[in-house]
């Protein structure tokens, strides 16, 4: 198990499940019933964790990793960081 530094939001947990040899895959689940599914709980690819390198990545989908991010960037619903205009970054 790793140290994850999110905490899950209200209604979501998180799931850690071997993806490579060294390269857990993160998913977070969403505990709301929704109807298409039967009621059944809905899980999206929060990001991926080398434990070798003890590094984060961006999720391309659930089958690819992306690139290498700064845990800081993130956010507790995923691991991509989003693209902000310069104006942008002012405001938040």
């Keep these: ?7 899950a939001p209200k209604g979501y947990s998180y799931e850690f499940i071997s993806f490579k040899s060294q390269v857990m895959a993160i998913w977070i689940v969403n505990h709301y019933q929704f ?27 659930s089958k690819t990793i992306g690139k290498c991010v700064n845990i800081v960037d993130t956010t507790p619903y995923s691991a991509m960081v989003s ?3 310069i104006l942008e970054s002012f405001f938040v």
């Design 35 to 61: 109807v298409y599914n039967g009621g059944g709980t809905t899980r999206s690819i929060w990001g991926f964790y080398n434990s070798k390198t003890k590094e984060y990545f961006a999720p391309i989908n």
């Design 83 to 85: 693209k902000k205009t």
């Design 1 to 7: 198990m790793i140290e994850f530094p999110h905490k």
